[in-house]
């Protein structure tokens, strides 16, 4: 898989980069990560709460809006005219400038209510969870669990990483499989243009690309 980056303009800075750099930053103690994460919680920012993702998932939404702004590209350069409009309704991601401001748009929708109530209340709490020995299923890192004194719900679920930082590690599931989606789809968009470029836009229709993002919390269509 190519390594996911937003288009180039001033100021632009390959991902890698970006993320190497935060993972070389002297790490946090568990207690301040679960504090800053909290208050980012607690405030509704966006921006700091994907700081505090797990690296994969950070990956995954980079993955998915690159390749979505492929596919709009595609699809403006070569459907007909009649079918760019239903292909490109299903492109939520091509329109944000990267994966940080992709996950900073869809938060408050899909994540910001649910994680609000489970903040509870009082003093931060972070447990650690050991490892489990080899051949286990947890994370090879150990878990962090953060949560308060008075919990409003589940705690939030961080890994070690190799790199010594915590990521929360609960969203990776999710965006892993729209990244899957969004790969898939970019194939199934360029063979469609291909097919278009060909023909010079005189062929029937083709199927759009399916929704590459998980759906909201509690809803099981887009």
């Known amino acids: 898989m190519s390594r996911p980056a ?5 100021g632009w800075v390959p991902l890698f980069v970006v993320l190497l750099a935060g993972a070389c930053q002297p790490q946090s ?3 301040r990560v679960c504090g800053s994460f909290l208050r980012a919680v607690a405030e509704g920012d966006a921006t700091l709460i994907f700081d ?4 994969p998932t950070q990956w ?3 993955t998915v809006q690159k390749n979505q702004a492929r596919m709009r590209k595609l699809v403006q350069q070569s459907y007909p005219a009649g079918e760019q409009a ?10 944000a400038e990267n994966g940080r401001e992709l996950f900073a748009r869809l938060y408050a929708e899909r994540y ?8 509870g209340s009082g003093a931060v709490k972070a447990e650690l969870i050991p490892s489990a020995p080899s051949g286990g299923a947890s994370p090879v890192g150990g878990e962090l669990h953060c949560h308060r004194a008075a919990a409003g719900g589940a705690a939030f679920r961080f890994v070690r990483e190799a790199s010594g930082r915590y990521g929360l590690v609960e969203l990776a599931a999710e965006w892993e499989a729209a990244q899957l989606r969004a790969t898939h789809d970019l194939a199934t968009v360029e063979k469609n243009a291909e097919i278009y470029r060909q023909a010079g836009g005189t062929t029937g229709p083709v199927p759009s690309p399916s929704p590459t993002g998980p759906a909201p919390a ?3 269509t887009r």
């Open 86 to 95: 239903q292909a490109l309704s299903r492109l939520y991601a091509a329109d």
């Open 112 to 119: 910001g209510a649910s994680f609000r109530q489970r903040l």
């Open 6 to 10: 937003s288009g180039r303009g001033p």
């Open 218 to 220: 509690g809803s099981t």
């Open 52 to 55: 505090q993702l797990s690296q």
């Open 60 to 62: 995954a939404l980079y």
């Open 29 to 31: 103690s568990p207690e």
